[in-house]
């Protein structure tokens, strides 16, 4: 890169190299670029001998280059086709050696299998539109629940797991149970009379709404617009342990607090029975919020050094390397076969040739070969012949003897 001066202003010009390395940089320093899906029509696949897969990903506006490892295919247990609709997932960065940014693929999955999360996505925008998820209208927990409502499924897993952590941690607290389905068609309009029992009947002083973990579409009654509402028209506090620590649903986003699992939600709502005096416990929050500082600095300290350490990794140059030499070995492999195709047409010419002029296509012109009948010797002149010699003529369909009556060796050729 080098500077110089225009009408007074430094600026500076570029290399091609440097611009595209600074362009690479700049993409894979955003981490949105850097895990992310993308949907789109599959075009222009290919699967060379290294196991690669290279593909554009397109729709009616633009389209996208796109480049799936050997070692990632080999997990795929379904690859597309051209002409499928697909999802995705991987990272945006640029393949400097052509200079075109592309997305270098770890996953993928038809669009289908998406609809469920389309359809998640659409309810969530709509209902936080609504002002369903406005943290100001999230009510704080009770510090000592008298009593506590519990709207599950009976018969699950979930409840032993609260009534447990209840037993351990806070047994003075009594427990109100409304029984409801929790997968399932029935269970949206079972968990809303439930949670409209324990508002109207309970007497409790907080709500815990838990299941146990299951597929997306166990957990779908949950992503109920009416349990929605519920849960924002609640009188009480209402806590959700649904799932697992990764699984995130409707209710969990309206609900007061969401705890990762049902446990955790039992934790949160109940003190320890050997809880400490007020100083202790003013004492253990201090505590608390300082390490959650501390730890929150650490992390970001980490990211950016995760994050410089991605931008001087030679991996993309790695990368590039290799789908160069997948580009070369294309163009050697066409070399090849067009030298080929030449050597054949030279050789096909060079036996055209050789058979027009062969001694056959001589005699077929109507010349012929002289020999002597004695020995098959030839005759190239008159002086070889004598008067009364056998000879034999060879013409192009076959052999006639005769006998020399006469030589003249005064002819010469003009």
């Known amino acids: 890169m080098r500077q110089f001066s225009l009408f007074g202003l430094e600026s500076q010009i570029w290399s091609v190299a440097d611009l595209t390395r600074h362009i690479r940089q700049s993409l894979e320093s955003d981490y949105r670029l850097q895990d992310l899906w993308v949907s789109g029509e599959v075009s222009n696949l290919s699967r060379p001998a290294s196991g690669h897969l290279y593909f554009t990903l397109k729709d009616e506006q633009a389209a996208l280059r796109c480049v799936m490892w050997r070692s990632e295919v080999s997990l795929q247990t379904d690859l597309a086709q051209d002409g499928d609709m697909i999802e995705v997932h ?63 499924s009976p018969t699950g897993a979930a409840l032993q797991d609260v009534l447990n952590v209840l037993r351990r941690r806070f047994p003075l607290t009594t427990v109100i149970l409304a029984p409801t389905p929790v997968q399932g068609d029935d269970a949206p309009e079972g968990i809303v009379n439930a949670l409209e029992m324990l508002n109207q009947h309970g007497q409790v002083d907080v709500i815990l709404l838990v299941r146990g973990g299951g597929s997306i579409e166990d957990l779908w009654a949950f992503n109920d617009e009416r349990v929605a509402h519920a849960i924002a028209a609640s009188q009480v506090p209402v806590v959700t342990g649904i799932g697992h620590a990764t699984d995130i649903v409707i209710a969990d986003l309206v609900a007061d607090v969401h705890a990762p699992t049902p446990s955790a939600a039992a934790e949160m709502v109940t003190p320890h029975q050997r809880a400490l005096a007020q100083e202790l416990k003013d004492l253990r929050l201090e505590l608390g919020r300082l390490f959650g500082e501390r730890l929150m600095n650490l992390r970001s300290k980490l990211a950016n050094l995760i994050r410089s350490l991605q931008i001087a990794s030679p991996r993309a140059r790695f990368y590039s390397a290799r789908q160069r030499v997948d580009e070369m070995a294309d163009r050697g492999l066409a070399a090849l076969r067009y030298g080929l195709a030449l050597r054949k047409a030279a ?15 001589i005699l077929a012109r109507g010349y012929a070969v002289v020999m002597r009948a004695d020995d098959d010797s030839l005759v190239r002149s008159t002086h070889q012949v004598g008067v009364g010699d056998a000879l034999k003529l060879r013409l192009h369909d076959g052999t006639i003897s005769a006998t020399t009556d006469h030589v003249d060796s005064t002819h010469e050729e003009d």
């Open 90 to 152: 991987g990272y945006i960065s640029v393949y400097e050696s052509g200079g075109q940014y592309q997305l270098y693929a770890d996953g993928l999955q038809k669009a289908g299998e998406g609809a469920l999360h389309q359809k998640f996505m659409l309810l969530k925008a709509r209902l936080e539109s609504e002002g369903l998820f406005d943290p100001t209208r999230k009510r704080t927990l009770p510090s000592w629940p008298d009593r506590l409502g519990i709207a599950t």
């Open 347 to 361: 050789v096909k010419g060079a036996a055209d040739t050789l058979h027009a002029v062969g001694p056959a296509s």
